[in-house]
């Protein structure tokens, strides 16, 4: 018999190719850790808990665009852009009218306002794809409610452009380590970090200091 999870698992979790790359995701990454990435560090591994979780945010995703298909939009999934030397990956591009960004979430209630992070990602892609309308539609995963932030792109530029200079003078391979200090974007970032040798996550591990941080 197919063993199911350990399937799940290993496909889940192979890794993308463009690990020495800038994202576009780095906008509201710690440095520190992207540097991390681009220079060959291995995070933690993630969990199949973790990768479920992924998998259901992708399904998400998918459901949207099938969705919006169904109801007569120009939608295109799959899209790669580069922009200001980062790639990243759109979840849904309508025509040249709209970007969406799709989000999961275990909250139960909205936010008053999109999320900085969120807001800066979807707005990236939208300058990189010359669109000047995004939305970010969040699923809360405990009430079921699905809440549309929409804004202009442009109103992100100036911060984008700020940070994608930031992002490939100090992550560049071969670059001096960059000091561990929370993105101001996602002052949380620490938290949920896969880079367990640097201090500043609450995972660190002592016997890491043994590779020099």
């Known amino acids: ?5 350990q399937v ?34 291995s995070p933690e591994p993630f969990t199949p808990e ?22 007569g939009y120009n939608v295109q999934t799959g899209v790669e852009v580069e922009y200001l030397d980062m790639i990243g990956h ?7 009218e709209l970007l969406i960004e799709c989000k999961t979430t275990e909250a139960v209630n909205p936010k008053d306002s999109v999320s900085l992070h969120h807001a800066v990602q979807a707005a990236a892609y939208a300058l990189a794809l010359g669109i000047e309308d995004c939305a970010v ?6 009430s ?9 792109a442009e109103g992100y530029r100036e911060l984008i452009e700020q940070r ?8 560049k391979p071969g670059a001096p380590i960059p000091p561990a200090v929370p993105n101001p974007i996602a002052k949380w970032g620490c938290s949920y970090c896969d880079y367990r040798m640097c201090v500043s996550n609450p995972k660190f591990d ?7 941080f």
Request: overall charge negative.
């Open 50 to 71: 973790k990768l479920a979780q992924f998998a259901i945010g992708h399904g998400y995703e998918m459901e949207v665009g099938a969705t919006l298909i169904d109801a």
């Open 1 to 5: 018999m197919i063993d199911l999870t």
């Open 8 to 41: 799940l698992f290993e496909q889940r979790g192979q890794p993308r190719g463009d690990e020495h790359s800038a994202h576009i995701a780095d906008l509201y990454n710690c440095d520190r850790a992207t540097w991390y990435r681009r220079n060959g560090y």
């Open 137 to 142: 539609l969040v699923k809360h995963a405990r």
């Open 90 to 96: 759109p979840d849904i591009v309508i025509g040249d």
């Open 144 to 152: 079921h409610v699905e809440a549309v932030y929409a804004f202009k």
């Open 206 to 212: 002592k016997a890491l200091e043994e590779i020099g």
């Open 164 to 171: 994608a200079a930031e992002v490939a003078t100090r992550t």
